[in-house]
Nanobody, 122 residues
Framework: QVQLVESGGGLVQAGGSLRLSCAASESKIFRINTMGWYRQAPGKQRELVAAITSGGTTNYADNVKGRFTISRDNPKNTGYLQMNSLKPEDTAVYYC???????????????WGQGTQVTVSS
C-alpha cells in the first residue's frame, strides 16, 4: 500500500483558514487514482469531505461546498485541501486516501496515516 502523510492541521478560530497537505510515497498509484480527504470527529464515523479524480474532477460533501477546495500536484505526489470559513463543526482528524477513479467505493490503495488534527474554536 501507498504510504500517505497528512499535515497542515492546527487550531484556528471560526472563520479562519487552513491548508492541509497529503504526501504520497508512490507516484504512479497517486497519479492514476482519485484522492479523497476524509474526516472523523470524536464519536462519529469517518466521512468523505472532498475528492478529486486523476483527471481533476472534484466533488464535495454538501456541508463544505463553497468553503473547501481540493487540488492535487501530481509531479509532487501531493494533494491539498484548502479550508476557508471554518466552523466549529469542522473540528476533526483529517485523513487522505486513494481509490480507483472507476470504483469510487472500492478498496483504498493507501494506508490510513495518523491524520492531522483540525480544531476550530468558536
Amino acid at each position: 500500500q501507498v504510504q500517505l502523510v497528512e499535515s497542515g492541521g492546527g487550531l484556528v478560530q471560526a472563520g479562519g483558514s487552513l491548508r492541509l497537505s497529503c504526501a504520497a510515497s508512490e507516484s504512479k498509484i497517486f497519479r492514476i487514482n482519485t484522492m479523497g480527504w476524509y474526516r472523523q470527529a470524536p464519536g462519529k464515523q469517518r466521512e468523505l469531505v472532498a475528492a478529486i479524480t486523476s483527471g481533476g474532477t472534484t466533488n464535495y460533501a454538501d456541508n463544505v461546498k463553497g468553503r473547501f477546495t481540493i487540488s492535487r500536484d501530481n509531479p509532487k505526489n501531493t494533494g491539498y485541501l484548502q479550508m476557508n470559513s471554518l466552523k466549529p463543526e469542522d473540528t476533526a482528524v483529517y485523513y487522505c486516501n486513494l481509490r480507483s477513479d472507476s470504483l469510487p467505493k472500492g478498496p483504498y490503495f493507501g494506508s490510513w496515516g495518523q491524520g492531522t488534527q483540525v480544531t476550530v474554536s468558536s
